[in-house]
């Protein structure tokens, strides 16, 4: 039985459906210790055998049996481990990998064996010693000669222990001293036992060699043994596996690196987008977050108001009874309830002068002491005047009024529905920044205004005092889905808790959709992806069919791409976290200078959204050209220029 027969081999090239036939029934033999010259003119079909032998083209009619195996049916796995653990390709035009170094090249087919990194890498300078190139192992190909590229070739072709190794014109680009040393190294390797298939048309190199199989038009006219074949060496083979993903991203990387002003750019342009939508993101947290400091520097943020969810100016229908107070005080992390009182259009009178406040609220826990410029929170039968309304009676000095008396005037109703004003004079306790009402008593004073006049006071709003800052959106929930006996909702959320709720969401919303717009560049970066990864496999698309001739499978070329835009896209992120943390940097000092606050808040989970995103954008940017290079076929490949 012989090492490798081919058995009535048949092989056509259609155009327009017309079969053009290539091989006619071709019939051979080989051993292992052979050094076998296909000889015969160009366009005789010996590269279209080869490809055959090698596993590169699967369509023909006919077998090839390896040990006396088949090897025709086999599925596309096992004949990329057929390529990977048998054959080793040494082509006429060397088919290095530009961007990997020699020793890398050598060490791409080790990668695929079961040595361990320290013995790949020295059986891969061993082999380059051999060859004559050990003093060269870190150059790239573009800084070898022709012999020497021919050489790493070659040393590539060993470096898996293959059984035969198939040289398709490997001195056609060399000059006559350089084909004497390749021809004695491919005899030297059918001396250590393996079968060497050389095609050519010269006749010099056919002498070379133990046999010569003459062939043209397609059949073998002459088969001439020269010499008699190798004495065959056993040995252990090495042990075979796939390429490792930790493999493919190392490649990646190579090849990035090998490319780095390209992908700097690329790289750069990506993570504009990125950049633009953490940074909106960022602003609308520190927008958010300033409006609600200067609003919660004037009022306690845990104490909420609530009123009546009601249109109607009827005291009764917007009264908030001792029953209210009671359904709030049961809420969960809900401290106590406090009754409040508020109107609007309140005349204020001192001496000759007067004027009219927009807004009277009684007093409550989510008044802060701060908001008080001056003098105290008032007392039964005393008021507090922001500052900007108690400038209408004294423009210069403000603050004197402090301790001074004025008539408050309110109007309230009657049983019989009619107005009536109730005026009373009160002590300016002291002076507000104006951001919590312009007029503040308490709710003492109110009831007696109301009494005065033997009128019925309704408390017509509710502070309901929350436990702890982080329940407090919780238990205003909750107070929006109470209901009433109608089974409408009973309770609405007033004042400056409710005016930052809305105000919070209407700034987070502004954010986003600016934020969105900013997206609108990564969907730039992606087709600027697309882009470079398509005219990355045409430019690679001869590499794509080195790497298949050697054995790897189509999902680790897919990965190999994957791999790229992962990387792309991480460091696209990467670089936008930097840009954004100084952007950040410069504008927060700005506004602390101004504002006295941060006005851009990056968190740790923007950082992370940006980067995750980065990443999936890219990968799916990715798939599309990742999969066409997986499907390119390795013999079009391999003629690719």
């Known amino acids: ?362 007093t409550t826990d989510q008044m802060l002491a701060k908001s008080i410029k001056k003098g105290q929170r008032p007392a039964t039968g005393e008021v507090v005047l922001g500052k900007d309304f108690a400038q209408k009676f004294n423009k210069k000095h403000p603050y004197r009024l402090i301790g001074k008396s004025v008539k408050i005037s309110i109007t309230g109703m009657n049983k019989q529905h009619l107005p009536v004003v109730m005026t009373k004079s009160l002590k300016v306790s002291g002076v507000s920044d104006g951001s919590a009402g312009q007029v503040q008593t308490n709710l003492t004073t109110v009831r007696q205004l109301y009494a005065a006049k033997k009128l019925t006071f309704h408390a017509n709003f509710a502070t309901v005092v929350i436990d702890n800052l982080q329940n407090v959106t919780s238990v205003q929930d909750k107070i929006k889905t109470l209901k009433a006996s109608n089974g409408k909702k009973q309770y609405q959320l007033t004042g400056a808790g409710a005016l930052v709720s809305t105000l919070n969401t209407y700034i987070q919303l502004a954010f986003y959709v600016l934020a969105a717009i900013a997206g609108i560049s990564l969907l730039v970066s992606a087709i600027m992806i697309i882009v470079v990864l398509y005219i990355s496999v045409s430019e690679r698309t001869k590499e794509i069919g080195i790497l298949r001739a050697l054995g790897v499978r189509r999902k680790d070329i897919r990965r190999l791409f994957l791999s790229e835009a992962f990387f792309l896209g991480l460091f696209s992120s990467v670089l936008a976290l930097i840009f954004t943390e100084l952007v950040a940097y410069f504008a927060n000092n700005v506004a602390t200078k101004y504002i006295g606050y941060s006005i851009i808040e990056i968190t740790s989970n923007y950082m992370i959204f940006g980067i995750v995103v980065a990443i999936i954008i890219s990968l799916l940017a990715a798939l599309a050209p990742a999969g066409q290079a997986s499907k390119l076929d390795p013999i079009e490949s391999l003629a690719y220029e």
Request: proline residues 2%.
């Open 1 to 362: 039985m012989s090492f490798l027969e081919l058995k009535d081999i048949h092989k056509s090239y259609y155009m327009n459906k017309v079969a053009f036939p290539v091989l006619k029934g071709i019939n051979l033999q080989f051993e292992r210790g052979e050094f076998v010259s296909i000889l015969g003119e160009s366009g005789g079909g010996k590269t279209t055998l080869m490809n055959i032998i090698g596993g590169l083209d699967a369509q023909y009619e006919g077998d090839v049996l390896l040990n006396g195996r088949s090897v025709r049916d086999i599925s596309a796995k096992q004949l990329d481990a057929y390529r990977r653990q048998t054959i080793g390709f040494v082509f006429q035009n060397f088919n290095l990998i530009s961007h990997l170094s020699i020793l890398d090249n050598v060490l791409v087919s080790l990668q695929m064996t079961g040595l361990s990194r320290k013995e790949q890498r020295e059986r891969a300078v061993q082999l380059l010693d051999r060859v004559g190139l050990k003093e060269h192992i870190h150059k790239h190909p573009n800084q070898l000669s022709g012999g020497q590229k021919q050489r790493v070739a070659i040393a590539r072709a060993l470096a898996s222990d293959p059984d035969i190794i198939i040289a398709d014109e490997p001195t056609g680009a060399l000059d006559s001293q350089n084909t004497q040393e390749i021809l004695t190294l491919m005899d030297q390797i059918a001396a250590d036992g393996k079968l060497v298939i050389c095609v050519t048309h010269s006749q010099e190199v056919a002498d070379y060699g133990t046999r010569i199989v003459h062939m043209a038009d397609g059949v073998i006219d002459h088969d001439t043994r020269l010499k008699d074949p190798f004495p065959v060496k056993e040995h252990a083979a090495l042990p075979a596996k796939h390429l490792s993903f930790t493999a493919m991203v190392k490649m990646a990387l190579k090849h990035m690196r090998y490319n780095l002003k390209r992908n700097l750019l690329i790289i750069f342009g990506a993570s504009i987008g990125i950049f633009s939508v953490i940074l909106m993101l960022g602003l609308g947290r520190g927008v958010k977050g300033y409006m609600n400091h200067e609003i919660y520097s004037q009022i306690k943020p845990t104490a909420v108001q609530v009123a009546q969810n009601t249109d109607s100016q009827d005291p009764k229908k917007l009264a908030v009874t001792q029953s209210d107070l009671s359904r709030l005080q049961k809420l969960s992390h809900v401290k106590k309830v406090q009754l409040g009182y508020y109107g609007s259009n309140v005349q204020v009178q001192r001496g000759n002068a007067s004027a009219t406040a927009q807004v009277m609220q009684t």
